[in-house]
């Protein structure tokens, strides 16, 4: 198995040393300079990815919206507005993240299936590019809502293509049986009673099927079925100007060979062309993903019989995925491995036996106070951490032009308690 830091073009990579860095700055200095657990992102790799799905799609008009909530580092996500991405929203909250990052409102749009009255009341003041709609009820509150401000809301139904991702079923969204969209059966329906309200624009249509599709056949199974229902909903007066094909593009934790975002772009652009659609997506994990480490330090070694373990200073409320998903993350010792590996369990200080970075991992020697890293942290990371044992969250550092710049600090006891009365 190949490691993903020896991949020459990799953000993560070690000097001639053998120490590992961050775009040739030190995480062992990053370490000593802003303590551990920290998330250590590289700007410039955010940049090559999300280069790398715009230009897919250069021959078309496109808007990249960054899922948001993959990783909402304000930093960072500045960074892709100043480079021309869009973002995908699905709170109040990221609506308030993605006007501080700058995101310009046209190029913001907001899913999810139980956005409230106030979050679509929000949405519509910021003048937002387009709401992906759940739900009759829901284009029912957006049109009420509309109506009352004197707005025109653009509207884009979710349509559940029924397609089977091949993921994993927590993150499988696009099947009857998931909570997600309205049947294709229902369509039409759906955006005739969207033509029956005021102050409404159903201008697109949306899908989105799942996270981290290691083949994008689904999508463009996916994105077939929404194209052929945009001849049938132009028949009713619908035209449809925007083709949202979601996100999804997944990255390498392991030994996966993704498909990358040209795979089906020749044939997306093909189907937006038939009718002269706008193509928008939302690619969250691709963009950040292989971005951003989880840096932590070995607080002790310990062997239970035959059973070794590796406790770390990242516990489960840093890094939530491999708990919630069992999900694999590569680990690897920031200075120069050596010795004979061990099977070991790496684990953090929470009181849950779930807690763990990784299980029966081959791994070198490493004492107390040496650095780790794992990797492929960047997205689903940091935003899904939490304060669980009362363990303040991490700070986030970002890596650009060769300078470390702490983006958001790590919290402190105080913080564990803003708000709260005795
Ligand atoms: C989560 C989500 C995304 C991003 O998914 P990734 O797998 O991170 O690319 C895009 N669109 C919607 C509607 C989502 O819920």
Request: hydrophobic content about 40%; aromatic content about 6%.
């Amino acid at each position: 198995m190949t490691s993903l830091v020896s991949s020459a073009d990799a953000p993560f990579r070690r000097n001639d040393q053998g120490e590992l860095t961050c775009d040739g700055v030190r995480l062992a200095d990053i370490a000593r300079d802003h303590g551990t657990p920290t998330y250590v992102y590289s700007a410039a790799a955010v940049d090559v990815a999300f280069d790398s799905v715009d230009s897919a799609y250069a021959g078309a008009p496109h808007l990249v919206c960054f899922a948001l909530k993959a990783c909402s580092n304000l930093a960072l996500a500045a960074r892709l507005a100043r480079r021309g991405a869009g973002v995908d929203i699905v709170s109040g909250g990221e609506l308030f993240r993605a006007l501080k990052a700058g995101f310009p409102s046209e190029r913001i749009v907001f899913a999810g299936v139980g956005k409230t009255r106030q979050e679509i009341g929000e949405a519509l003041d910021a003048n937002i590019l387009l709401f992906t709609v759940e739900s009759i009820q829901e284009v029912e509150a957006i049109s009420a809502l509309a109506r009352e401000r004197g707005k025109t809301a653009r509207v884009a139904f979710r349509v559940n293509p029924d397609v089977d991702p091949k993921t994993h079923p927590y993150v499988s969204t696009g099947l009857k049986k998931n909570k997600f969209g309205i049947g294709r059966e229902t369509v039409l329906d759906a955006y005739r009673f969207a033509l029956s309200l005021p102050n409404l624009d159903p201008t697109g249509i949306h899908c989105h099927i799942g996270s981290q599709l290691v083949h994008l056949d689904p999508v463009r199974d996916a994105v077939d079925r929404i194209a052929d229902l945009v001849a049938e909903l132009k028949g009713i007066g619908v035209p449809i100007r925007y083709i949202d094909i979601g996100g999804g593009i997944a990255i390498r934790y392991r030994d996966e060979t993704p498909d990358g975002p040209t795979a089906i772009a020749s044939h997306v652009i093909g189907r937006a062309r038939e009718f002269g659609a706008t193509i928008l997506m939302e690619p969250g994990r691709f963009l950040v993903g292989n971005a951003g480490i989880l840096l932590t330090e070995v607080v002790y070694t310990k062997e239970n019989g035959s059973k070794k373990f590796v406790v770390v200073d990242a516990a489960m409320n840093d890094l939530i995925r491999p708990s919630l998903y069992d999900a694999y993350h590569e680990i690897v010792t920031v200075s120069p491995p050596s010795g004979e590996e061990n099977l070991v369990d790496i684990v953090g200080p929470v009181c849950e036996s779930g807690d763990f970075l990784a299980h029966d991992r081959s791994f070198p020697p490493v004492a107390s106070g040496d650095l780790l890293a794992v990797l492929s942290a960047g997205a689903y990371g940091f935003v899904m951490s939490s304060n669980y044992n009362a363990r303040p969250r991490a700070a986030e550092v970002v890596v650009a032009g060769g300078t470390a710049r702490v983006t958001r600090q790590r919290e402190s006891y105080e913080d564990l308690i803003r708000g709260e009365v005795v």
